[in-house]
């Protein structure tokens, strides 16, 4: 509790807008080891009908605010150790209402390394200090004679005004509302610029459009900040966290008329006037500055980062919850051209049921071979559907497919081309080798890209999320901070569209809500020695799986075509009394899929002590359709024929492609010739866009116009407007600016980008000629 009497959990339910009631509830089940899809799903009572988006949010606002009354009962003990603790100042570490507020209230009392400033106090020269910025009107030179003394180092006059100089540098930088109040001041009128280092400019081409660079902070977007961050680091660019703008005043900054104001400091003609001034100017310059360098730079590197991994988080949720083609026996192409075409085909369930590697480009040319072991096996196994990969070869491959199902219509084939983001990382990893341990690396990315296409969230979370790699600068992003919000995405969608537990992988099963990876393993290995689940109560008899676990677990469970048919829904086994109570109130019909008895039901009539309207308006939902999965219809996009590379694209050509990643400067397309084209966030609509996922998601398919192409860079302007015009000049109006021109502050051409890690948007930037 701070001094304000103001608690967390009141403070959390100020910030969502909601009761602190709710809040109160959400924490109790969380703390009591309840996950957030369980409660946002099952508790919608207790905590007032939560959604998991305000749930995740106020995780996290409850992590950091117990931080922060950690680290404020931290610093209370501190300060009260060292007899300095009085009533006013524990108000004030009290009041403090964030991290950065209680560091600057401690930083006095900090414990530290002999600096100048305690060097002088301990020299007696702390009154000399006093005395000059108490009274102006005495002369530094004469009153500092008074404290030369060798004994204690202090050679001379000049020796002890620099001990009372040093006392006061580091009193102005520890006043804790004056820092506060230059670092917002700093924050709303300053800004970064970026230099190129002498000699970098060919080196650090990427970098190209921050050589002669500057924009303010505040309107820095996070893949820019990352970007000069990244060309810093990499020893291409110097950057320069400017105080002010291109348009301040010349002579003394308003930063030290502030510091001056603060200590009553002026130049009225006094004998000490110039010698206080210059010790303004002094402790702004060689400490103060320094001070909010170092926490403006942390800042702005903060807010890039939490802005690129909700980028990442919302890309990621979108993937895993694309449209699943469902139960059709599908073949994986993963394409290659010296290697081969590897093949595999699943059949409906994504059990393996052959493999083959085919060599139909160059150099062995061997087409009509490759399309004869394609029509044999999509023969031999009813296939359905081909899933393409993405990468190498990946056109050529496309056009196999193609000729596959011009030449055998009666296979009634259709191909799809699938993100082959992290294949190649499960390929190799140890749950793979123990899912399909006699068969070559090489051979289950194509596995795992037909299993994609069938369920692109069951395949997914095989995978470590930051390895399907949606995302912006993953690799310059905290590690903790990354996987913390990947992986409550991975839990929302696997619970959001519930799990059938006797198919399920342990990948799969191990992001239910209260089950973890050695529960998984023990569902599985039950239900290998015992055959399918017939009941979710038989859950219960899987070692170590206790009422806890089941209680988070059930709901999310699905079990078709057991003894129960509410099993395979997502109604919790603790609402099935509720549930025969409907049964009872209808006459005894059935209710599930029973469209007209479920609506002439009144929710109202079955509301309990223990289960609320929500419920049982969730319930009734559920009924009428049963396991309904929230993933949109499958579909499929079409590429026009006879463009197949770059050099077939026209400015002006209509196109249908696929998203298939989201930044925060536009939207990547693959149009089927290798590359992918970038629609700026400028050419999405008519009205202004401030974030491009308003406007499309990957896994989207769209209709395009090709603005420009630059074939030697292979880049691809296009636009979802269709009646914009192509325009050439427009590459060359964003080029990056004049090495020795003035630093302007505008947006360059977003062409910076992450390390290549086998994700999608390392994979997204090469294809779009940008990396």
């Known amino acids: 509790m701070t001094a304000t009497g103001a608690s967390v959990e009141s403070r959390i339910a100020e910030e969502l807008g909601v009761q602190e009631r709710q809040v109160r509830a959400a924490v109790e089940l969380l703390d009591g080891g309840a996950t957030v899809p369980f409660v946002a799903r099952y508790r919608k009572e207790a905590t007032g009908a939560l959604d998991d988006a305000q749930l995740r949010t106020l995780e996290e606002r409850l992590r950091y605010l117990r931080e922060l009354e950690e680290r404020r009962t931290a610093v209370l003990e501190s300060v009260r150790s060292q007899g300095k603790l009085d009533a006013a100042l524990e108000a004030q570490i009290r009041a403090a209402d964030s991290k950065a507020r209680l560091e600057d209230i401690y930083l006095p009392f ?23 910025l108490a009274d102006p009107t005495v002369e530094p030179s004469a009153a500092a004679a008074a404290f030369a003394d060798p004994d204690k180092g202090v050679a001379d006059a000049a020796a002890a005004l620099e001990g009372a100089r040093a006392i006061l ?40 459009d921050y050589f002669d660079f500057a924009e303010p902070f505040t309107a820095l977007p996070s893949h820019r900040v990352l970007a000069m961050l990244r060309g810093e680091k990499e020893e291409v660019l110097d950057l320069t966290l400017e105080p002010e703008g291109p348009d301040a005043p010349e002579g003394p900054s308003g930063y030290e008329a502030a510091i001056a104001r603060r200590f009553g400091i002026a130049d009225r003609g006094r004998p000490a006037d110039k010698w206080l001034v210059d010790t303004v100017r002094w402790a702004w310059r060689t400490r103060i500055l320094v001070h909010l360098g170092i926490d403006l730079r942390l800042r702005l590197r903060q807010a890039a980062e939490d802005e690129a991994v909700r980028v990442f988080a919302a890309n990621l949720r979108d993937l895993l919850l694309a449209a699943p083609a469902g139960t059709r026996a599908t073949m994986g192409l993963d394409p290659g051209f010296r290697t081969g075409v590897k093949v595999a085909v699943v059949d409906a369930t994504g059990k393996v049921a052959a493999t083959e590697t085919i060599y139909p480009h160059v150099p062995q040319n061997k087409w009509d071979a490759s399309l004869a072991t394609l029509a044999r096996l999509a023969r031999e196994h009813s296939v ?20 596959l199902i011009a030449r055998h219509p009666e296979l009634k084939l259709t191909k799809v081309m699938v993100s082959e983001a992290g294949a190649s990382v499960y390929s190799a990893s140890a749950y793979a080798s123990r899912e399909l341990p006699e068969m070559d690396v090489s051979l289950r990315g194509a596995v795992s890209i037909a299993r994609r296409l069938q369920d692109p969230l069951a395949e997914l979370v095989k995978i470590d999320p930051k390895s399907i790699g949606v995302g912006q600068y993953q690799h310059d992003l905290s590690e903790v901070k990354l996987s913390r919000s990947l992986d409550a995405v991975v839990e929302d969608c696997v619970n959001g569209v519930g799990v059938d537990v006797n198919t399920a992988s342990v990948p799969l099963l191990s992001r239910v809500s209260g089950i973890g990876a050695g529960l998984a393993e023990n569902i599985v290995a039950h239900r290998d020695a015992n055959g399918p689940f017939r009941s979710r109560k038989a859950l219960k008899d899987v070692s170590r799986l206790g009422p806890k676990a089941y209680e988070q677990c059930a709901g999310f469970l699905r079990i078709r075509g057991g003894d129960d048919p509410l099993d395979a829904s997502a109604v919790h086994p603790e609402s099935y009394p509720v549930v025969r109570a409907m049964a009872k109130a209808a006459g005894g019909a059935s209710l599930v899929g029973n469209t007209a008895v479920l609506r002439s039901l009144r929710p109202e009539d079955f509301v309990t002590d223990s289960v609320g309207l929500p419920t049982v308006t969730d319930i009734l939902r559920e009924l009428e359709k049963p396991g309904r999965d929230p993933r949109p219809a499958f579909r499929t996009a079409t590429f026009k024929e006879g463009v197949e590379k770059i050099g077939d694209l026209t400015p002006g050509m209509l196109l249908e492609g696929v998203v298939t990643n989201v930044a925060a400067f536009g939207a990547f397309v693959d149009i089927g010739v290798h590359q992918d084209g970038l629609v700026h966030v400028s050419a999405m609509s008519r009205n202004f866009v401030k974030d491009p996922r308003d406007v499309v998601k990957p896994g989207d398919i769209v209709r395009v116009k090709v603005l420009e192409v630059d074939v030697p860079r292979k880049r691809i302007s296009l636009t979802l407007r269709l009646d914009d015009e192509a325009s050439p000049s427009r590459e060359r109006q964003e080029r990056a600016p004049r090495r020795g021109a003035a630093p302007r502050q505008r947006r360059p051409r977003e062409t910076q980008a992450p390390r290549p890690a086998n994700d999608a948007m390392a994979d997204a930037l090469r294809r779009a000629g940008l990396l």
């Open 169 to 208: 540098t580091e009193r102005f930088g520890e006043d804790a509302d004056l820092i506060g109040e230059l670092r917002e001041r700093m924050w709303t009128r300053g800004r970064l610029a970026a230099k190129v280092r002498e000699g970098k400019e060919e080196a650090g081409a990427k970098f190209a």
């Open 110 to 132: 900090k414990p530290k390394r002999r600096t100048k400033a305690q060097i002088a106090r301990e020299a007696g020269l702390e009154p000399l200090a006093d005395g000059l």
């Open 384 to 403: 359905e559907l081909i899933a393409i990969g993405n990468g190498t070869a990946s056109r050529e491959t496309d056009k196999l497919a193609a000729d």
